[in-house]
């Protein structure tokens, strides 16, 4: 590509409301215009990077058995409630009518219409496993769009659907796309990983999701430095009552009288009023401010209360050791205990409360039900509860687990028969009986992987492109070229060359002067840019630099080509 006759639309001012690295940086780089909230415009530049993360995409999903298609993304209601969703999915469903008073839906996903397809057009077992995919347009009604294309209303999404008839046949084509995504994200060049999920309301058996580590992640995931195991935090939560907490490494410390003020908020946050509480502990641990509340009705906090008594105020600061000594348990976990209502446990971390409260001991997170404080106020914070915390002990005993933020970039998900069900997808098996098909889902959000990206490469010339994503691999920036007609011609001949040997190339042919062209080619991340110049010509070399190396070095252009 001559950039002479391209687009490229490089700025340097964003809105103040973008407000993470790649959102600026893709406003910046001229890669997305915004349209309206979260609907965004890939420009000539944006889409060259959109279109090398789905061609990887693709070539993983043909090469692990998937077949494409494409699906309407203008779906009819009937379909949506049979499946019961059309009523369940909630305000991100955008909802439409036609000129006749039809109703419709933008897809925000396609189980029912590949189910509709799949009972139209699978009648027999012999055509099973069959695994259909699509890089289509997806639309979702999110509260909040937010981060440019990472959280849009419209965006790309790969999605695929397997059909299986039996649950073992499902398993393993759930590894191999579990396979194919480790391969996907890897061929991209990004940190990642690859966490337990929740099955939650939909059910199913297995789950996982692909995490892009970034700071700037909407989602955090538990995993152990001493094994395999890892989880977003949902599915980690689910299993906390059953972690045992191993000794903090630091001791804790007394800290200062806390306020009064305190104590309110942590009672009043617990709906028991400091005169209902019988004792309230504030401690200092590695992970900000825990208070223990013990109330004096049950039998067993009166035996601790009873330790307690000898501390000196109803309010008391400790020690974990201390704590330890009077209640026998160590403060930031507790339980399972007798009764649910009995020791509520308040975890203060990065200057936000957060709460939980360890009642029964159950694994399955009925551990939140409970008597003690109101409900509504509970699940108003349910979304905020962390129970699980950087240095518990990884749940299958084998190290110790670390807490990182995430980008989900991918989910896969094993369905069961929920649509087939609903839907009534059934294929004759090998005894001539019509049995229900088994399915699978696979997601991958296409264009949020561009800006996970950009998270995870940047500084502050702009963006450093994995090799596999950049626009261009090679970027030829030519000094000077309306008054050197050698000069240019030399650029054009190595830009020709770059082709030949297959090696994406842009030539920066536009006559800016040498800081300008500089800046945008690392503001746009090209990973390799090559100075032709006057100088250089007489020399024999051309001046080579690295994206994100701050020195140039002088090669030869066999050297280049060997690179
Ligand atoms: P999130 O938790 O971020 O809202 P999700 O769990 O709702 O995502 P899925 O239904 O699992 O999303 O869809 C598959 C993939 O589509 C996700 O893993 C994500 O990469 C992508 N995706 C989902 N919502 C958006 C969005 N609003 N903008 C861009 N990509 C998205
Ligand atoms: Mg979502
Ligand atoms: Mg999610
Ligand atoms: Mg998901």
Redesign the pocket.
């Known amino acids: 590509m001559r950039l002479s006759q391209f687009h490229l639309a490089t700025v340097k001012e964003v809105p103040a409301d973008a407000e993470i690295a790649s959102h600026r940086l893709m406003l910046r780089a001229g890669m997305i215009r915004r349209l309206a909230s979260?609907l965004y415009t890939w420009s000539p530049l944006g889409l060259r990077v959109l279109r090398k993360v789905e061609t990887i995409v693709r070539e993983e999903m043909d090469r692990a058995g998937a077949i494409e298609m494409l699906m309407p993304t203008i779906q009819p209601r009937e379909l949506w409630e049979e499946s019961g969703r059309w009523a369940k999915f909630g305000p991100?469903l955008l909802k439409i009518k036609d000129r006749k008073e039809q109703e419709f839906c933008y897809a925000?996903?396609a189980e029912e219409v590949v189910t509709d397809y799949a009972r139209n057009e699978l009648k027999s077992y012999k055509q099973l496993p069959v695994n259909f995919y699509q890089i289509q347009t997806?639309f979702?009604d999110?509260i909040r769009?937010r981060f440019g294309?990472?959280?849009?209303?419209e965006?790309?999404?790969k999605?695929a659907y397997s059909f299986h008839l039996t649950q073992e046949s499902l398993a393993e084509t759930y590894a191999a796309m579990y396979q194919a995504y480790v391969r996907i994200f890897t061929r991209l060049g990004l940190t990642f990983r690859a966490v337990q999920a929740d099955t939650g309301a939909i059910g199913g058996n297995a789950s996982h999701?692909?995490q892009v580590l970034a700071d700037s992640g909407?989602?955090a995931i538990a995993f152990s430095d001493g094994s395999d195991y890892a989880a977003n935090l949902e599915k980690a939560e689910a299993l906390a009552p059953t972690i045992a907490r191993p000794a903090p490494a630091a001791a804790l410390q007394r800290i200062d009288t806390p306020t009064q003020k305190t104590i309110a908020d942590v009672s009043g946050f617990l709906k028991v009023s400091p005169q209902q509480c019988v004792k309230t502990l504030l401690v200092r641990g590695r992970d900000g401010l825990v208070a223990l509340c013990l109330r004096g009705d049950h039998e067993i906090n009166e035996v601790k209360a009873g330790k307690l008594a000898e501390l000196p105020d109803q309010s008391v600061l400790a020690s974990e050791e201390e704590i330890l000594a009077a209640t026998g348990t160590r403060p930031g976990f507790i339980g399972p205990v007798g009764l649910p209502d009995s020791i509520p446990v308040i975890v203060d971390r990065d200057a936000a409360v957060l709460a939980d409260f360890v009642c029964g001991g159950q694994a399955d997170g009925s551990h939140y039900t409970g008597a003690n404080w109101d409900r509504d106020a509970r699940i108003t914070r349910i979304a905020d509860l962390r129970n699980v915390v950087e240095g518990d002990l990884s749940p299958d005993g084998n190290g110790v687990l670390h807490i990182a933020r995430g980008?989900?970039?991918?989910?896969v998900?094993q369905l069961g028969q929920k649509y087939a069900e609903a839907l009534k997808a059934s294929v004759i098996d090998e005894t001539g009986k019509a049995q229900l098909m088994t399915m699978g889902c696979y997601?991958?959000?296409?264009?949020?992987?561009v800006?996970?990206a950009i998270e995870q490469r940047h500084d502050d010339a702009g963006i450093l492109w994995p090799e596999a994503m950049a626009p261009w691999r090679v970027a030829v920036c030519v000094i000077n070229p309306k008054n050197l007609p050698e000069v240019s011609a030399a650029a054009e001949a190595l830009y020709q060359s770059l082709g030949q040997h297959g090696i994406e190339a842009v030539l920066d042919d536009r006559g800016l002067r040498p800081g300008g062209m500089f800046a945008d080619m690392e503001l746009i991340g090209i990973p390799h840019r090559v100075v032709v110049s006057d100088r250089g010509l007489t020399a024999g070399t051309l001046e080579y630099r690295a994206r994100g190396e701050s020195e140039s070095r002088a090669l030869s252009e066999d050297e280049l080509f060997a690179l």
């Open positions: 979260g991100q925000p996903t997806k979702r999110e769009p294309v990472m959280r849009a209303r965006f790309l999404m999605d999701e692909f909407e989602d980008i989900e970039v991918g989910h998900f997601g991958i959000g296409v264009s949020r992987i800006a996970a």
